[in-house]
């Protein structure tokens, strides 16, 4: 492929798949419980509804049955993320520990959410939720049981949102584009999957954590997050994990 056509290709306007709908159902899940915790003077506690509603992404365009089923279990994971992060950092955990804890998490969710079809793919939610919570560090984090009421409930609007847009077309045949096909994963393809985000988002860690060290940097967890970029695990080569690892460092960086 060209220069020339590959800076076209930014510039490209696909045809229309009525992303409108969604995109207003997801503004409204993310918006929706930021507003009202900073108008009820909580804005410490913003961070775990944001992570609850990333609920309101997947699912885009599916059928309602179909949609409500996928956003309930990926709001389980996504709330389990943030339970795990929230505990990391009450416990003060120290960041080569949280950072091995979350390459787990990208293992699990990655396999999880291949087993039932999610779309988008991968874990970089989940990675994000465990990651960042886990950083905040005890004088931080709220309670743990508190972080994981504000990201279920913000879930569970996600959830209910999702239930009202059916009302207005989305997933609806004739009204919505057809959703992504389901793809079966033998257990062993599922293993490998979830083997290359383990060791992609390993290597990333110890990469950005030797970087920041010496450069006095944060938010190493954010190179964990560039690793795990979503790819179908039938066309996810070998060679990402180490890819992805060195990109990472420069992530470090940001």
């Known amino acids: 492929m060209s220069g ?7 510039f490209e306007v696909g045809p229309s798949r ?31 509804a944001a992570f609850g509603a990333f609920t309101s992404i997947y699912a885009r365009h599916e ?38 804890i979350t390459s787990v998490v990208a293992a699990i969710g990655a396999v999880l959410a291949a087993a039932w079809n999610l779309k988008p793919a991968g874990s970089v939610f989940f990675i994000f939720a465990t990651g960042a919570i886990g950083s905040l560090g005890p004088d931080a984090v709220a309670h743990p ?6 990201a279920a409930g913000s879930a569970a ?26 793809v079966r994963l033998t257990r062993g393809q599922l293993a490998a999957h979830g083997g290359r985000f383990l060791v992609a988002t390993g290597l990333a860690a110890v990469v950005a954590l030797i970087v920041s060290q010496a450069a006095g940097l944060s938010h190493v967890y954010w190179a964990q ?30």
């Not at 020339?4 to 930014?10: D, E, G």
């Not at 949102?161 to 389901?182: D, F, Q, Y």
């Open 4 to 10: 020339s056509s590959t800076v076209r290709q930014l």
């Open 18 to 48: 009525r992303d409108h709908v969604p995109a207003v159902r997801i503004a409204l899940a993310v918006g929706i419980p930021l507003v009202l915790l900073m108008l009820l003077g909580r804005p410490d506690l913003t961070i775990y």
């Open 63 to 100: 059928p309602l049955r179909q949609r409500l089923g996928h956003e309930l279990q990926a709001g389980a994971l996504v709330t389990v993320s943030v339970a795990i992060g929230a505990l990391l950092s009450w416990f003060g955990a120290p960041e080569p520990l949280v950072l091995g």
């Open 145 to 150: 049981l508190l972080a994981i009421a504000i």
């Open 157 to 182: 609007f996600s959830v209910l949102l999702a239930w009202i847009w059916s009302l207005v077309g989305e997933g609806r045949e004739g009204k919505s584009p057809p959703p992504a096909p389901v």
């Open 225 to 254: 997050v560039a690793a795990a970029r979503s790819r179908r695990p039938r066309t996810w080569r070998g060679c990402s994990a180490a890819s992805t690892a060195w990109s990472a460092r420069w992530a470090a960086w940001a």
